[in-house]
């Protein structure tokens, strides 16, 4: 019986020693008894991109909820001008799809049909007196409004105004219903907007001014073309930015060339219609399926065709959207893409960094510089920024780039007023500048090249002005080990 009741012991004893926690051989002691319970952390590889869904992110429904973080400072900050660059909306495509009809789409405007916003019918009526606003004699012809029944190539649909209307109204409650920016400010100054020789662009800026400012007057509005799609205006001479293009679309060959999937998706797709592989590739029929799905109608069959075996479909649109996903993240390992972006964004980007700095020193400047543009306008521009995970630019895109005004720093005026200074004399202080970058009114200011490495948590929490000018005036061009636009552009590209 003792026996039994001593081994009861011992076996106790060992269950109260295993229980006791034990600090790690060389670790400090805790103060205290930590009763935490430590679960192992399980690694989950990110879900798998789907095709489809990014599809419908590049329609940019306006019926998407949308939220803004325009006109966002800490306080006694003075909003001093927006430079905004926009892609156009929705519009008919480009190409047709051989052998099929073109999509059934109505481009006249209607508040009666859907999607509608509470402005356009006001939006239509306004832009009959656009004759009173200073225009480019070569913009001066182009229709105000999409006025087709049936749509033509390119042209913007009602769902493109709609799109930009909507932004106007996010940026409106941002800018003037926040009171960051008195409606006074606006109507004395000049509006500057430059769009490129298309009719869809320069609609698309109409209806986001119009959505966007609280007293449109087109007296004060100045429209002025750019010829090139890059703006870059007088600086467009750049034989590097060509040959990294170049080099660019070579590279993008031979990966579409090497995907196996993709050939036999264009191979089922042409047998489908009638028509060889070779002159469906060539009609770019992505841009035509895209149309399909974002105005929800059924995808195109071969002319006369009967069941469903001529058709294209759902899963050919995901295969090529699939590739070209892919494509897009190998394109940002390979860094030709933005060796290419830094030359072709720099003429705007250099553009606006003398603006900003204009702005700083003269009192009465333009507080809204607008530029209409396209994909391949802003697509070269986010890369440039270092905005590449931002992805491909959807319709009606907008990048907004706001310029602050901060506070006068009161440490800095004391030490201003020195004892050695005669009366009444004063150092002058200067106020600082600060910079607000933004896509799609998400706030990307600190992912981008610039001020990636800036302390928001310091003194300063907006990104310093002086940060954006040196990035474009020098840094940016290290990525082609050049210090200048113009050396960069004549440097010999192996």
């Given at each position: 019986m003792?026996f ?9 004893v ?5 229980l006791?926690?034990v ?7 805790s103060?205290g008894?930590n009763?935490k319970?430590l ?5 989950t590889a ?9 599809s ?26 927006i430079?905004?660059?926009i ?6 495509p480009l190409?047709s ?6 999509p059934a789409?109505d481009?006249?405007?209607?508040p ?6 509470p402005l356009l019918?006001?939006f239509?009526?306004?832009m009959s007196?656009?004759g009173?606003a200073?225009w480019?004699?070569s913009?001066?012809s182009?229709?105000r ?10 042209e913007?649909?009602q769902?493109g105004v709609?799109?930009h209307?909507?932004?106007g109204?996010?940026?409106h409650q941002a800018?003037f219903?926040?009171?960051q920016?008195?409606?006074?400010v606006v ?7 430059e769009s490129t ?7 698309s800026a ?6 966007l ?6 007296p004060?509005l100045?429209?002025r073309?750019?010829?090139?799609t890059?703006f870059?205006?007088a600086a467009?001479?750049?034989?590097a ?6 080099l660019?679309?070579?590279r993008?060959?031979?990966q ?12 089922a ?10 002159v469906?590739?060539?009609?770019n ?5 895209l149309?399909h ?5 059924a ?6 065709a009967r069941?469903n075996?001529?058709?294209?479909t759902l899963?050919?649109?995901?295969v090529?959207?699939?590739q070209?996903?892919?494509?897009e993240?190998?394109?940002r390992a390979?860094g ?7 030359l ?9 960094a003398a603006?900003?700095e204009?702005?700083t020193?003269a ?5 809204v510089f607008?530029?209409?543009a396209h994909?391949?306008?802003?697509a ?8 590449e995970?931002?992805?491909f ?5 907008r ?6 005004r901060g506070?006068e720093?009161k440490?800095a ?8 200074r ?7 202080v200067?106020?600082?500048f600060?910079?607000r ?8 200011t ?17 990104c310093?002005?002086g940060?954006?000018l040196?990035f474009?005036?020098k840094?940016?061009?290290r990525?082609?080990n050049?210090?200048?636009?113009q050396q960069a552009c004549?440097?010999r590209?192996?």
């Open positions: 003792q039994h009741v001593q081994m009861f012991l011992l076996l106790v060992a269950i109260f020693v295993q006791v926690p600090s790690p051989a060389g670790g400090e002691r103060g008894k009763r319970r679960n192992p952390v399980l690694l990110p879900p798998e991109p789907d095709p489809v869904a990014e419908y992110h590049y329609c940019n429904l306006p019926n998407r909820t949308q939220h803004s973080w325009e006109g966002h400072s800490p306080v006694n900050h003075k909003l001093l001008s430079h905004v660059m892609r156009h909306g929705d519009r008919y190409y799809i051989p052998m099929t009809k073109r789409i481009c006249t405007l209607s009666k049909k859907n999607p509608s916003h019918s006001s239509i009526n306004h007196q656009s009173r200073h480019d004699a913009l001066s182009l229709p409004l999409p006025n087709h029944s049936t749509c033509e190539m390119g913007l649909t769902t709609v799109q209307l909507r932004n109204a996010v940026m800018y219903s926040s009171q920016v008195a409606s006074s109507s004395q100054g000049q509006l500057w907007l020789g298309k009719s869809r662009t320069l609609q109409l209806a986001l001014l119009y959505g400012l609280p007293d449109f007057s087109w004060r100045s429209v073309q750019q010829w090139n890059l870059c205006g467009c001479d750049c034989p930015r060509n040959r990294y293009l170049e660019e679309q070579r993008q060959y031979h579409r060339a090497a995907d196996t999937e993709l050939d036999q998706t264009y191979v797709m042409a047998a489908a219609l009638g028509v060889t592989p070779r469906l590739r060539a009609s029929p992505v841009d035509a399926l149309c799905l974002c105005h929800n109608l995808f195109p069959c071969a002319a006369g069941g075996a001529s058709c294209l899963q050919h649109l995901a090529i959207r699939r070209q996903g892919e494509d993240r190998a394109r390979a030709l893409y933005h060796r290419y972006a830094v072709a964004a720099h003429p705007y980007l250099n553009t606006t603006r900003m204009r702005a020193r009192a009465r400047q333009p507080f607008m530029a209409s994909d391949i306008t802003m070269p521009l986010l890369s440039a920024l270092g905005l995970e931002a992805g630019p959807s319709f009606a895109a990048l907004v780039f706001e310029l602050w506070p720093d440490r005026k004391e030490r201003g007023r020195g004892s050695d005669g009366p009444g004399e004063r150092k002058k200067e106020p600082a600060f910079v970058v933004l896509y799609d009114g998400e706030d990307l600190f992912k981008t090249s610039f001020c990636r490495a800036h302390d928001r948590h310091g003194d300063t929490p907006m310093p002005l940060k954006f040196s474009v005036r840094d940016i061009f990525v082609i050049a210090t200048s636009y004549h440097a590209v192996l």
